[in-house]
């Protein structure tokens, strides 16, 4: 059964649970057939949902009456990631998409993985493909055994009928299409046009589901080690090694925002009241700089946490002080670093990549507040995951702001102030762009809409997706080239 054992066992003698080889082949076929590789869509989330529940079910059909394995926090990581792959169904967006992917991929592994085990959490992020790899002997081992036990029920029942059905589909599917036109519009519309790219496909997209829920399989039968509290760790012998530098760092960055506290929070007035071309630069240089310095001191507070003794309460006292007003200090070159960035952007317009360079000091900025949290019991162990958790959670409220949206609403807005309107880079936004689009008067909106809503192609029931759908139903104009601007990004 796939129960905690005391210390981390091999493959070679953890036994392979019936119930795993059924539920791996079940998600990889849903898997193969389901998922779009091409765009969002309802498939994703139907694949995912399906490996989920392969595992789900595998882990409690080999665990029986035993304790389970999936708690309260497993459930919140499996939640996370299939609302990350959900976003697929209402957001067109190929860059959102694959962010939310890789993130629902992350959350998956953690609600895999359960309690903080011994290793770093960049073996927790990981852990399912790194599994999946190390499952392979495991499943090869299992299936040989199973071919040696005479008179063993677990083949016959499970590969002869998936076998057998899937010859019939084979024989009678292709003989009931022809026969009729209607049944024939309907097998269409389910099975894609059947080449070798296609077969290539699903056998890729059912190998890798496969291997995804016997990785998971395998951690829950050999997890790594749990860790109970705080692991034991090689600390500074002296309070001044790591004293000395975060106090300069805090003296440091206080004279920075004492001296430059009117520039800092000067905002659109500081900028505008310039004019010229040095402002703008000075305000992009200067929250990339804030922001390279955030990123810095994250990291040197992370070593802190690590590194600084906490055997005394002096020691514990120095580093709730310095820690708690760095990471003050902090947010304010966060909060500081936002303000330059929407200052630019109030003056040259809204980007795609000024908009995920906010919400990375956003997620910072909330990092350093998790780290105030835990300088009350100065412990940090679950900082590692809640940071990972937080990033989920952007992604998804990204994701409801509809970034695209968002984008061309903010730079249309522009448009009654007077600014010119870059048709050109709102032209090259998914289905999204489109409610925001509609906002526009002649010819501009066409010159949008007309390249977004023309470049949609038709959709089948795996890339299922509300933006695009919407899209289709919009009426657009030819537009003439000399209406359409062009604007250089800044």
């Known amino acids: 059964m796939l129960l905690r054992p005391v210390t981390p066992p091999k493959s070679s003698i953890v036994p392979l649970p019936g119930s795993v080889l059924p539920a791996a082949v079940a998600a990889g076929l849903v898997t193969a057939v389901a998922l779009p590789l091409d765009r969002p869509g309802v498939g994703w989330f139907i694949a995912g949902l399906a490996v989920a529940l392969a595992v789900y079910f595998a882990d409690k059909r080999a665990r029986g009456d035993a304790e389970p394995h999936f708690g309260l926090a497993a459930a919140l990581w499996a939640a996370a990631a299939l609302g990350l792959l959900a976003v697929g169904m209402v957001r067109a967006s190929l860059w959102l998409h694959v962010l939310c992917v890789l993130a629902a991929c992350v959350a998956g592994s953690l609600a895999v993985v359960g309690k903080r085990n011994m290793n770093t959490i960049f073996y927790d992020v990981f852990a399912v493909p790194i599994e999946a790899m190390l499952s392979i002997p495991w499943i090869g081992r299992g299936l040989v055994k199973l071919g040696k036990q005479p008179g063993n029920r677990t083949r016959p029942r499970f590969l002869v009928p998936v076998l057998v059905s899937a010859v019939v589909l084979l024989v009678f599917v292709p003989l009931l299409r022809g026969a009729d036109a ?186 350093f507040l998790l780290v105030l949290a835990s300088l009350i019991p100065l412990r940090s162990a679950w900082l590692p995951r809640a940071a990972i958790g937080a990033a989920a959670a952007a992604l998804l409220a990204l994701a409801v702001l509809d970034p695209e949206r968002f984008i061309a609403d903010r730079n249309i807005d522009r448009v009654a102030d007077g600014k010119s309107l870059d048709t050109g880079y709102l032209a090259g936004f998914s289905a999204d762009v489109v409610p925001a689009a509609e906002r526009l008067p002649e010819p501009l909106r066409s010159c949008v809409l007309r390249p977004v809503v023309m470049g949609i192609s038709e959709d089948d029931w795996r890339e299922g997706n509300l933006s695009r759908s919407l899209a289709r139903q919009t009426p657009v104009a030819a537009a003439s080239g000399a209406a359409c601007s062009y604007t250089p990004r800044r």
């Open 182 to 367: 209607a049944f024939a519009n309907v097998v269409d519309a389910v099975i894609p046009d059947l080449n070798p790219g296609t077969f290539l496909r699903w056998g890729f997209l059912f190998v890798v589901a496969t291997l995804a829920v016997t990785g998971a399989c395998y951690l829950l039968a050999a997890p790594p080690l749990p860790a109970a509290g705080e692991a034991p760790r090689k600390r500074l012998a002296h309070r001044l090694e790591w004293a000395l530098p975060l106090g300069v760092l805090v003296f440091l960055f206080a004279s920075f925002v004492a001296v430059r506290l009117v520039v800092l929070f000067g905002g659109t007035e500081y900028v505008l009241a310039t004019g010229n071309l040095t402002s703008a630069e000075y305000a992009r240089s200067g929250f990339w700089q804030l922001s390279a310095i955030t990123v810095l001191t994250l990291l040197l507070v992370a070593a802190a946490l690590r590194w600084a003794p906490k055997s005394s309460a002096a020691d514990r006292g120095w580093q709730r002080g310095l820690l708690g007003v760095l990471s003050v200090l902090s947010l304010v070159l966060v909060a500081s670093a936002l303000s330059r960035m929407w200052t630019y952007q109030q003056a040259y317009g809204f980007t795609v990549l000024r908009l995920l360079v906010e919400v990375c000091e956003l997620w910072i900025g909330l990092i």
